[in-house]
T-cell receptor, first 108, second 114 residues
C-alpha cells in the first residue's frame, strides 16, 4: 500500500500558484520524496524530488517540512497544460509505490 | 541520453490468450526495471521490479510473470489472459545504485481483454 496521503482533487485558476500537499508521516530517514505527474493517456513523468532541503527546478518547487512528515509541491504559475494527476511518493532503492494521487484541474 | 521503448502500444486480446509485452532501455547499464499496471480510472499498481538479470521481485500474486533475459530488456507475460488483466501497462527504469531512484516511464501499452 502507498505510504503517502494526498487530497483526491484540487482546482486552480490559470496563472495562479498551486500548492499540492502530501503527508508521509512514516517516512524513514533515508527515503526521498518524489513527485510525478500523469497527463491523460500518458505515462507518469518526473517532476521533482528531495530529501531534506527545499528544491527548485524549471517545473516546480518542493517544500519539505522540517520533520519531513509532509511536503508541498508548488507550481508557481499554473497553466492549462499542468492539469494532470500528481503523485507524491516516498522511497529510495527498489520499489516505489504510487498512491491515488491528486487530480489537479486548472480553470482558464 | 537514455531512452525507454515499450511495445506494442495497443493490443486487443481474447480471454485465455497469451500475452507478451516488451520493454527495452538504451543508453545505460544495469538499470532497475519496473512493470506497473493502471486499470481504468485507477492509480498505478506495481507488478514487478528487477535490479539485475534474473532478479525479479513480484509485488502482486496474479497470472502474470516477468523476465529479464538481458540487462536492458524486461518482458511481461501471461499464459492465459483474464478480463481483469485489461489496463494500461507501464514500464519504467531508474539508475542503478541511485539513492533517489528517479523513475523514467515508457509510453505505455494499452491492453484490452475481451
Amino acid at each position: 500500500d502507498a505510504k503517502t496521503t494526498q487530497p483526491n482533487s484540487m482546482e486552480s485558476n490559470e496563472e495562479e500558484p498551486v500548492h499540492l500537499p502530501c503527508n508521509h508521516s512514516t517516512i524513514s530517514g533515508t527515503d526521498y520524496i518524489h513527485w510525478y505527474r500523469q497527463l491523460p493517456s500518458q505515462g507518469p513523468e518526473y517532476v521533482i524530488h528531495g530529501l531534506t532541503s527545499n528544491v527548485n527546478n524549471r517545473m516546480a518547487s518542493l517544500a519539505i517540512a522540517e520533520d519531513r512528515k509532509s511536503s508541498t509541491l508548488i507550481l508557481h504559475r499554473a497553466t492549462l497544460r499542468d492539469a494532470a494527476v500528481y503523485y507524491c511518493i516516498e522511497g529510495n532503492t527498489g520499489k516505489l509505490i504510487f498512491g491515488q494521487g491528486t487530480t489537479l484541474q486548472v480553470k482558464p | 541520453s537514455q531512452t525507454i521503448h515499450q511495445w506494442p502500444a495497443t493490443l486487443v486480446q481474447p480471454v485465455g490468450s497469451p500475452l507478451s509485452l516488451e520493454c527495452t532501455v538504451e543508453g545505460t547499464s544495469n538499470p532497475n526495471l519496473y512493470w506497473y499496471r493502471q486499470a481504468a480510472g485507477r492509480g498505478l499498481q506495481l507488478l514487478f521490479y528487477s535490479v539485475g538479470i534474473g532478479q525479479i521481485s513480484s509485488e502482486v500474486p496474479q497470472n502474470l510473470s516477468a523476465s529479464r533475459p538481458q540487462d536492458r530488456q524486461f518482458i511481461l507475460s501471461s499464459k492465459k489472459l483474464l478480463l481483469s488483466d485489461s489496463g494500461f501497462y507501464l514500464c519504467a527504469w531508474s539508475p542503478p545504485h541511485s539513492g533517489a531512484n528517479v523513475l523514467t516511464f515508457g509510453a505505455g501499452s494499452r491492453l484490452t481483454v475481451l
